[in-house]
């Protein structure tokens, strides 16, 4: 089993992280720390295999305790789970050697995919001794690529993610088309389109209400 540091300083995100974190029977958290310098304790006097990372925190941020995690030569794989969406914090962080990087609001599907991508790679350097250019190829490249490839067109990742997020916190309520696009701040249009590939994937249900009082709409919810 691998141990998982959690490092963010919102109660709530480090909770619903956890919660992902343990419906994955390969991994343990070990602990939570609210901001980097603890983390970095933590790290110093204990064994942890894979840090969940958020940037923005008070005192010590992320990129600079991940840039400490490598100065000091810590072996721990990092996934980067954060609202920070900018170029330079992205390229920062990739340089620095990151396994993942998600975008908050995130859907749990795209958390556990993260976790099966530090899975693979621990799976990969347990059985070969040596790697071929086939083998770095899907090390380096297989999960992302995946992903991309399945999305039909018109459906970007992104998009879909925040869709879902919204879906599945609110995974009690019954909504309409219309409703969602507000909340989401996405045209009816485009929310029509990816409601109807994740009906087809799953994810979602969806049934006509014929109690409106004037023409039947179609109504979501998430399938959990």
């Not at 998600?102 to 859907?107: C, I, M, Q, S, T």
């Not at 040596?130 to 459906?155: R, V, Y």
């Not at 919204?166 to 409703?179: D, I, P, Q, R, V």
């Not at 990816?194 to 409106?212: A, D, P, S, V």
């Amino acid at each position: 089993m691998y141990e998982v540091l959690i490092v963010e300083d919102d109660p709530m995100v480090a909770m619903i992280n956890k919660q992902y974190v343990n419906q994955n029977l390969h991994f343990h958290v070990a602990s939570i720390c609210r901001e980097g310098n603890s983390a970095m304790e933590y790290l110093i006097q204990n064994v942890v295999h894979l840090v969940i990372l958020d940037v923005y925190m008070p005192r010590t941020d992320g990129l600079s305790l991940l840039r400490q995690i490598r100065e000091k030569q810590i072996p721990v794989s990092v996934i980067m789970v954060t609202a920070a969406n900018d170029s330079t914090t992205l390229e920062e962080a990739l340089r620095l050697g990151i396994i993942d990087y998600l975008v908050k609001p995130f859907y749990n599907s795209r958390f556990q995919q993260a976790l099966e991508t530090f899975l693979n790679r621990q799976n990969a350097f347990h059985d070969l001794s040596s790697f071929n250019q086939h083998h770095i190829d899907e090390l380096i490249n297989g999960a992302h690529k995946k992903t991309t490839d399945q999305l039909p067109k018109g459906i970007q990742e992104q998009t879909l993610q925040m869709i879902c997020s919204f879906m599945e916190n609110n995974s009690t309520a019954e909504l309409t088309g219309e409703e969602i696009a507000d909340k989401v701040g996405l045209s009816r249009v485009t929310v029509r389109r990816y409601m109807n590939y994740l009906l087809e994937e799953g994810k979602i249900i969806g049934f006509m209400n014929y109690e409106t009082g004037g023409r039947p709409s179609m109504v979501y919810c998430w399938n959990k």
